[in-house]
């Protein structure tokens, strides 16, 4: 079974900080992506990336960053973060290609910041 | 720009009857559609796909059916159950992208 994990189920930070949310997947996926949901909105994607080292924007990249140093591990950075930025974030993975291709998804991250 | 749209946020049915979820799109260069459930404090899980170039694909008890028409999408599940209470998020695919809808909160009563 294709696994991700990532790092916190939640956290609390302060209007300013940085905060990095950590995503790590076992099954070798060249795709990764991170998502936040929001009530009323769904899922709205914030960078992915198709290989190490490479980086797409989504539709909302602004105040966030990523990094891809490793095949299987994916960082979502908030360089400083705000309270919009109070959110579920969702991390995913899946291969490059293919039919009917599949995300699969960690269990998320609540963040809350004050 | 919402180019996929679950208009009901809600829906509650009963055990044993049928649960009609739909979904609507505007961007024509979707290849694929896919619905995802979604449990409280869990990821999306996915649950089936269709390929924009079918009308209808059936896995047990879920069955999606795609108007390319009407640009519209719904999903099936038949007999539904109380398992079956969560949120569903349905999605079109365009190169390696997702883009979700708002999702809908399916409740079943027993």
């Known amino acids: 079974d294709v696994k991700v994990t990532q790092s916190s189920r939640y956290l609390v930070k302060r209007t300013g900080e940085k905060v990095f949310l950590e995503c790590v997947q076992d099954?070798?996926?060249?795709?990764m992506f991170w998502y936040r949901q929001d009530p009323g909105l769904g899922l709205r994607l914030i960078y992915f990336?198709?290989?190490?080292?490479?980086?797409e924007k989504g539709d909302i990249p602004e105040g966030y960053s990523v990094s891809r140093e490793k095949k299987e591990r994916f960082s979502l950075i908030l360089e400083s973060a705000s309270t919009n930025q109070t959110s579920m974030y969702l991390c995913?993975?899946?291969?490059?290609?293919?039919?009917?291709?599949?995300?699969?998804f960690g269990p998320g991250t609540r963040l809350l910041v004050l | 720009d919402q180019q996929v749209k679950q208009n009901s946020p809600s829906l509650s049915v009963q055990e044993g009857r049928i649960s009609i979820l739909n979904c609507d799109y505007t961007?024509?260069?979707?290849?694929?559609f896919l619905w995802y459930k979604k449990y409280p404090a869990e990821g999306p899980t996915f649950l089936i796909s269709?390929?924009?170039?079918?009308d209808k694909n059936e896995d047990g008890r879920f069955t999606v059916f795609l108007n390319k028409s009407a640009k519209h999408l719904s999903l099936h599940i038949v007999p539904s159950q109380p398992g079956d209470s969560a949120v569903y998020f349905c999605?079109?695919?365009?190169?390696?992208?997702?883009?979700f809808g708002a999702g809908t909160i399916l409740r079943v009563k027993s």
């Open positions: 099954m070798d996926h060249e795709n």
């Open positions: 269709i390929s924009s170039i079918k």
């Open positions: 995913a993975s899946s291969f490059l290609g293919g039919l009917g291709e599949t995300q699969y």
């Open positions: 999605a079109g695919r365009y190169g390696n992208k997702l883009v």
């Open positions: 961007n024509s260069m979707f290849d694929y």
């Open positions: 990336s198709y290989d190490v080292k490479m980086k």
